[in-house]
């Protein structure tokens, strides 16, 4: 039962350097999520996705890109990192939405650095 | 507005003592509430959640919420910790069937 798996785990990057994170889940489950969490602020959603193909903004959605092309799967990617985005990159899945008491389930985060 | 509100940052505790970890919200619409741990270096996974019926709610590790519609609460509460209860806990409200914020989180240290 692998749930939801993230990678890399811990990635340094260089300023104006492209980063893909990866997101496999092997539940099926329709909805995917992308959060960061930062010191004061909790967790905060980037973007989304209800089905394959189907992607919105969160709350935090600049300078960020997604796509899924495949239900299991979810990258994001920063396209052009920057200090600012050095944050734990929480993917995340549930089977309805977010909303409605539907249970979230998380991977154990990608640990990114931008110096 | 919508928010969610976890004023204590860290709870510092001894082992078997109690601990109350606070979340209020704000909301003019119906909510359900949950309550997330993170262990260190994991991601978060649900403590308990409340959806309707009873306000008071058990959830795993010996954990339990009660749900406060007039003070807009739901505080966490556990009678007796353990070490391995040391985490940072988050509290997440879903206003209606849309939206789910997070709180601030909040580190529970429990030493011996």
């Known amino acids: 039962d692998a749930g939801i798996t993230q990678s890399p785990r811990y990635k340094i990057t260089e300023t104006g350097r492209q980063v893909t994170l990866m997101c496999h889940q092997t539940w099926s489950h329709s909805y995917m999520f992308w959060y960061r969490q930062d010191l004061g602020h909790g967790l905060r959603l980037i973007y989304y996705s209800a089905a394959a193909d189907i992607t919105d903004k969160g709350e935090v959605p600049d300078g960020y890109v997604v796509s899924r092309s495949k239900t299991e799967n979810f990258p994001l990617t920063l396209e052009s990192a920057t200090r600012s985005q050095t944050s734990v990159y929480f993917c995340?899945?549930?089977?309805?939405?977010?909303?409605?008491?539907?249970?979230?389930?998380f991977g154990e985060g990608s640990w990114l650095t931008v110096v | 507005a919508q928010s969610v509100t976890q004023l204590d940052s860290q709870v510092p505790v001894f082992e078997e003592a109690p601990v109350e970890l606070r979340c209020n919200y704000s909301s003019s619409v119906s909510v359900y509430l949950f309550w997330y741990v993170q262990y260190p270096n994991q991601g978060l996974q649900l403590l308990l959640k409340?959806?309707?019926?009873?306000?008071l709610v058990k959830g795993i590790n010996g954990f339990e919420a009660e749900f406060n519609k007039s003070q807009t609460s739901f505080h966490l509460r556990k009678p007796s910790v353990h070490i391995s209860d040391t985490a940072e806990y988050f509290c997440a409200v879903s206003f209606g069937f849309q939206k789910l914020v997070f709180g601030t989180g909040t580190r529970l240290l429990v030493s011996p």
């Open positions: 995340a899945s549930s089977e309805e939405g977010q909303g409605a008491g539907n249970t979230i389930y």
């Open positions: 409340y959806l309707s019926g009873s306000t």
